[in-house]
């Protein structure tokens, strides 16, 4: 499974953007997709994930009331809105695939190539 990122740029604070995520194949509804980012300088960090077929969601605190994922099973597509978005966001984000609802970065099989996100402010 390959997984296209895409979406990012550059915004002020406070604006929104919409990432995207569209995998190369089905995403069975036993996956777990998530959503990273890394920051220069800075170790990978969990930003929010989904369960595909329920639909279960879990957000980091950091982005939680801020940040919403959503999905489209039939484009096998993951998105990420983020509103209010503060300097602090500015990071490459990646989306992952994995089993498990875990917010370790290890535990996901499949990765995206990144966007980058930059938030001025």
């Known amino acids: 499974v390959q997984l296209q990122a895409s979406g990012g740029g550059l915004v002020q604070a406070g604006e929104s953007l919409r990432l995207s995520c569209v995998a190369s194949s089905r995403i069975f509804s036993s996956a777990v997709m998530g959503w990273f980012r890394q920051a220069p300088g800075k170790e990978r960090e969990f930003v929010g994930l989904i369960r595909w077929g329920i639909g279960r969601l879990y957000y980091a605190d950091s982005v939680k009331g801020r940040f919403t994922i959503s999905k489209d099973s039939a484009k096998n597509a993951m998105y990420l809105q983020m509103s209010s978005l503060k300097p602090e966001d500015t990071a490459v984000y990646y989306c992952?695939?994995?089993?498990?609802?875990?917010?370790?970065?290890?535990?996901?099989?499949?990765w995206g190539q990144g966007t980058l996100v930059t938030v001025s402010s």
């Open positions: 992952a695939g994995g089993l498990d609802f875990t917010t370790q970065p290890s535990e996901y099989r499949f």
